[in-house]
């Protein structure tokens, strides 16, 4: 295997979790871990490291940090949102709408978009996909700032407003505590990117106190593949993260839920539709987010942006208070609400407050409208994630449920409507992420509702094959499948992604002119090996394709040279491919035409190079076998 070669199977390993002692001998297995730096104390530490820890006591060592500093950024971020919200709204009157509900959230994504670009000068929102990527693209470094960018941002966002969660910027923040002691201690790769998945699952065990769903996120929606030696560090991470956060918040769970009437076996059709249900509202949700995101990726100005994200996040909330935020007020009513009038409290501050009759309707509207406020806050410059959303969503989803259900008395079977809520906020969860056992494992946690486990996965479960069988990607990876930047489980679609058309494009094939006489396209190809030219004007743009094996018959008759023209001889190709396939494109337009050779031309036609089949494939084969050795 070539030194280049190589080099790249290494990174496909590393990407893929596979794990294999490094050849090097040092210190007897003992860690390998340097600190270059004129600074004697971190030399000395480094040394001192090497010396007495192996590598595996100093990864749980690290992983241990990793998790500290998460579960202090969880808590931290929750505590400034907590005094931002409430320095701002502890005063309203919930009998009536409020005009500063227009004001609020403006300010807040404006506050946010200055701090990005004047202060971080970085792109920081959608922090799980930033993360999933860079495993994807075996990118251990995560930039430093993101240690605290994201918290101040997001707590800008939030605190005034913006209709997100804090879960996806503290996750990005994790992963960058552990991607940053990796870079201090210049560990090897497979070690940086076990503490980004240590980080990103700290995070989330950390802000939920969810030690289980934190490994589960992490196993589910991050890490493409993990060995079992992997899983140590990640448990101790996601348990250091909740033990701070019992320290710092106390024991309980961080919604209060009482299971007044538990599960019984009649229930479980209406667990399947209700999963049915969460399995379209989150594809709902995925899709209509997707298509926001690109309106706004169409605007080339931050303040137009702003002008329209704040705009449809103000009336938004102005209209729909539980917009506001997380919408974890809202989800309290909803899973606590043992009498009619503790459910009515999800009106206040609102136009509907004193219409009881409109709950159902207003619940309704909340629920196509959200997906529009989360996108508009995001993409008018604000900075938050999807978890808290899907939350919401599912809350009010089961809830709603429950109730119709309940009205309309369908088939005698009674439903209890915080039960259903709480389900319903598993379902969501599970579909938006493709991740049902983070769906399960986190509903249990944060509610403590372990005695629902059953309805919890049934109704988790049906979301998921729900959505799936519309929507393959997570609302996490769908940004990066479009642009065919993700691995996946795939053995075959990951050996496509790591591979690239632009590698085993031929630029090298002299270009042939219209006007060009036989005799001179003879003497212009008479060098090349190739059998395939590309005639083009005079701009570079790609007019046809010269194959000699067809004009063979004329090519060595001279007395010709002067009578035919390359306009005359050339052909259209029967495929082109362009600069922006991906790599799954290329080879099924092979598939599907004879060629053994096609042309690639950029979106206005500029002729690029040659792709041939045998080139194709033989790069193919060699990331195969690549890949391959390393996972056998």
């Known amino acids: 295997m070539s030194e280049d070669n190589y080099m790249q199977a290494q990174a496909i390993s590393t990407t893929f979790g596979y794990q294999e002692e490094d050849e090097t001998p040092s210190n007897n297995g003992r860690a390998y871990a340097t600190i270059k730096s004129n600074n004697k104390w971190k030399r000395k530490l480094g040394i001192w490291i090497s010396k007495h820890l192996s590598k595996k006591q100093f990864t749980l060592i690290l992983a241990l940090l990793v998790g500290l500093g998460s579960a202090i950024a969880a808590q931290l971020l929750k505590l400034f949102i907590h005094e931002i919200e409430f320095m701002l709204t502890s005063q309203f009157d919930v009998t009536h709408a409020n005009w500063l509900f227009l004001i ?57 407003g913006g209709s997100v969660g804090a879960e996806s910027p503290i996750v990005l923040t994790g992963s960058a505590i552990g991607s940053r002691l990796g870079q201090i201690f210049q560990l090897d790769h497979k070690t940086m990117m076990l503490l ?31 060995t079992m030696a992997s899983l140590l560090p990640l ?34 059709p209406t667990a399947v539709l209700l999963g049915i249900c969460c399995g379209f509202i989150s594809l709902y949700f995925t899709r209509v987010m997707n298509w926001f995101e690109q309106v706004f990726g169409r605007l080339n100005n931050m303040y137009k942006k702003l002008a329209l994200g704040g705009l449809v996040l103000a009336l938004l909330i102005y209209f729909f208070p539980p917009l506001y935020g997380e919408g974890y007020s809202t989800i309290s009513f909803l899973l606590n609400s043992q009498t009619e009038a503790e459910a009515n409290n999800v009106l206040n501050n609102s136009l509907f407050y004193g219409h009881p009759e409109l709950l159902l309707v207003y619940l309704g509207l909340i629920i196509v409208f959200k997906v529009f406020a989360t996108t508009a806050t995001n993409g008018g410059g604000g900075c938050g ?36 809520a709480l389900l319903g906020m598993a379902g969501v969860m599970s579909g938006v992420f493709h991740a049902p056992l983070t769906g399960v494992f986190l509903i249990a946690e944060l509610t403590g509702g372990y005695q629902l486990f059953i309805p919890l996965m049934i109704v988790s479960v049906a979301s998921y094959l729900t959505i799936h069988a519309f929507e393959k990607h997570s609302i996490y990876a769908m940004r990066l499948a479009r642009k065919g930047e993700l691995l996946t489980h795939h053995k075959d679609q990951s050996i496509l992604t790591l591979m690239s058309l632009d590698a085993i494009i031929d630029k090298e094939r002299p270009q042939l002119h219209p006007n060009m006489f036989l005799g001179q396209i003879v003497q212009a190809v008479s060098t090349s090996k190739s059998l395939h030219f590309a005639v083009v004007d005079i701009k570079g743009g790609m007019l046809g394709v010269i194959n000699v094996n067809k004009i063979r018959k004329i090519i060595f008759r001279s007395e010709l040279y002067r009578m035919y023209k390359a306009k005359q001889l050339m052909q259209q190709p029967e495929v082109i491919l362009y600069t922006d396939d991906n790599m799954q494109t290329v080879m099924d337009k092979f598939a599907r035409c004879d060629a053994g050779t096609l042309p690639v031309v950029k979106s206005d036609n500029t002729f690029v190079g040659f792709v041939s089949r045998t080139r194709l494939y033989a790069s193919y084969r060699q990331i195969m076998k690549d890949f391959s050795l390393l996972h056998h």
């Open 196 to 226: 980004i998945g240590c980080g990103a699952s700290g995070a989330v065990a950390g802000i939920f106190k969810a030690p289980i769903a934190g490994l589960m996120f992490t196993l589910e929606v991050l890490m493409v593949d993990l």
């Open 385 to 420: 994630g999807t978890f808290a959303p899907s939350l919401f969503l599912g809350c009010i989803g089961g809830f709603v449920f429950s109730r119709l259900w309940n009205v309309y008395g369908l088939w005698d079977i009674s439903v209890p409507e915080t039960n259903y």
């Open 104 to 160: 609020y959230p403006v300010v807040g994504i404006y506050l946010t978009a200055l701090f990005i670009k004047y202060i971080v000068r970085d792109d920081i929102g959608h922090g799980v996909t930033k993360i999933l990527y860079a495993l994807s693209r075996r990118q251990g470094n995560i930039r430093k700032h993101n240690c605290w960018s994201s918290v101040v941002a997001s707590a800008l966002t939030i605190g005034f």
């Open 235 to 268: 448990l101790v991470s996601c348990l250091t993260a909740t033990c701070i956060t019992y320290a710092w918040t106390g024991m309980s769970p961080m919604f209060d839920f009482t299971l007044n009437s538990p599960f019984e076996v009649n229930r479980v």
